[in-house]
């Protein structure tokens, strides 16, 4: 037998032999090749962020230009974001240093609370929600506690500290009021000098925290991230060390790794990469802007983590997510640093935030705007392109998509068995094609109601994209 054609048949049988994904209903965002097989002139592109402009800006007494690692909460109608508040620099974990919080109803429209938990000096009301607590209040990251077993007085968790004291745990029932769950520290072999996240994984069953670690041991090599799971917020599992696949090593300011809200299967690091020595400012341009004069010999820009569970980062995408804008004031040290969390801002916007001017009088937090589940799309041109799944299985009788096509353009589906035959009435040709721009839209073929008698069967999906990008698909 001709040896290219046994290679052929071999790879033939590998695939079709391959145990099918099991999607039920979940949605799937089209961020890695998780469902792909092939893409035949057609990419997946990392999409472009619009930039909203300044929500906050850090100009009160208690905040100042060395606020950050911040962290968003959408809490049903109310719209949370907690940042350290530091008016000027010195050692992590310092008694100048407090939690904040500003509030919105919408995501957009952002205000400081008056409050009187801790008082300072001329300012009987303030936003000031955590102080006195060092090292805490240097990385406080709360979460919302979405476990369905948790305590109603723990409806918020979160967790602080450095090296020396190690995360130490708090809890509160409004987000506002909070208090220690353990005296000690519930996790202590990190390094912890950054923003150290913790959430509640469904997908897991527990919760997870990703944390600053080095590659070289204590602080030597790359600024990088590990993970640790726990049951109950207070016993977490050994670490360990996360693993970025064959990609370079870079620094990882911040990881910002977080269950996506509408697909809480897949994990999302919207994170800070930087670029320590990469000097952009001269020291007159530095004195120009008030820069302090210890934060422009760096830059920093944002870049796309994405994650299954496990200890594995998927970094499909190199390049920025967030490009430092136009202006010196963001080619500084330790800006261009985004908050934690991507929530939803209106019906088909999402948002997540992202401190810049660092270490400036304008220090401030920018909203960036997506559309849902627009992190990244399967693109092709006027010419058409063709993507073929892998073999899974769904639960569910009819399909959604999530696409913007040109009015010239569109989408059409074939569902396939496992060697890529079409299933009776599911062929390219039976299929009626998509045009428009739709977060949900039911995928249609001629005389065909719903997909009953595919449910629970190995399918393929064949996909013929034309001048359109795909975002997102859901089984339901």
Not at 57 to 86: A, M, Q
Not at 171 to 193: N, Q, T, Y
Not at 466 to 472: M, Q, T
Request: proline share 5%; glycine share 8%; with cysteine.
């Amino acid at each position: 037998m001709n040896p290219t054609l046994l290679i052929l048949l071999l790879i033939s049988n590998l695939v079709s032999t391959a145990e099918p994904i099991n999607i039920e209903s979940k949605r799937e965002l089209f961020i890695d090749d998780f469902l792909i097989e092939s893409l035949d002139d057609a990419e997946i592109r990392l999409s472009i962020p619009k930039d909203e402009g300044p929500v906050h800006s850090f100009d009160k007494s208690w905040e100042g230009p060395f606020c950050g690692y911040s962290t968003v909460i959408n809490d049903d109608s109310r719209y949370l974001i907690y940042y350290r508040g530091l008016p000027k620099s010195g050692k992590d974990g310092s008694e100048d240093e407090t939690t904040c919080i500003i509030t919105s109803n919408d995501g957009i429209n952002w205000s400081r609370p008056e409050l009187s938990y801790f008082l300072q000096k001329k300012y009987p009301r303030n936003n000031i929600v955590l102080a006195n607590a060092a090292p805490v209040t240097h990385n406080f990251s709360p979460f919302l506690d979405t476990n369905p077993n948790r305590k109603p007085n723990q409806k918020f968790k979160a967790l602080g500290g450095t090296e020396k004291s190690g995360l130490i745990a708090y809890i509160s029932a409004d987000g506002l009021r909070w208090k220690k769950l353990d005296e000690k520290a519930v996790f202590k072999d990190g390094i912890f000098d950054s923003q150290n996240v913790s959430f509640w994984s469904e997908h897991e069953k527990c919760y997870v925290c990703y944390f600053r670690t080095w590659t070289g041991g204590g602080y030597s090599g790359y600024r990088s991230v590990s993970r640790t799971t726990s049951k109950d917020f207070i016993h977490w599992t050994n670490p360990t060390k996360m693993n970025f696949g064959n990609t370079p090593s870079e620094h990882l300011y911040t990881n910002q790794t977080h269950p996506y809200f509408r697909a809480t299967h897949i994990y999302l690091g919207i994170a800070a990469r930087f670029m320590p020595g990469r000097k952009i400012l001269s020291t007159d341009e530095a004195e120009i802007i008030g820069v302090n004069p210890s934060y422009f010999n760096d830059c920093s820009d944002v870049v796309l983590l994405t994650s299954r569970g496990g200890s594995s980062y998927n970094r499909k995408f190199m390049e920025s997510f967030v490009r430092p804008g136009i202006g010196l004031e963001n080619w500084v040290s330790r800006s261009n640093y985004p908050a934690l969390n991507i929530v939803q801002t209106s019906s088909n916007e999402m948002s997540f935030y992202v401190n810049q001017n660092y270490a400036q009088p304008s220090s401030s937090i920018h909203r960036y705007s997506l559309r849902i589940d627009g992190i990244s799309s399967i693109y092709a041109g006027f010419s058409q392109g063709t993507v073929i799944t892998k073999p899974f299985i769904f639960k569910g009788k009819q399909l959604y998509m999530n696409y913007s096509t040109s009015a010239a353009g569109g989408i059409k589906v074939s569902i396939l068995d496992n060697s890529k035959s079409p299933y009776k009435g599911f062929a390219i040709d039976n299929s009626i094609e998509s045009i428009g721009n739709y977060i949900d839209r039911r995928i249609k073929w001629k005389g065909i109601n719903d997909l009953s008698s595919l449910e629970g069967k190995v399918v393929r999906l064949e996909i013929k994209i034309k001048d359109a990008n795909l975002y997102s698909l859901r089984f339901n």
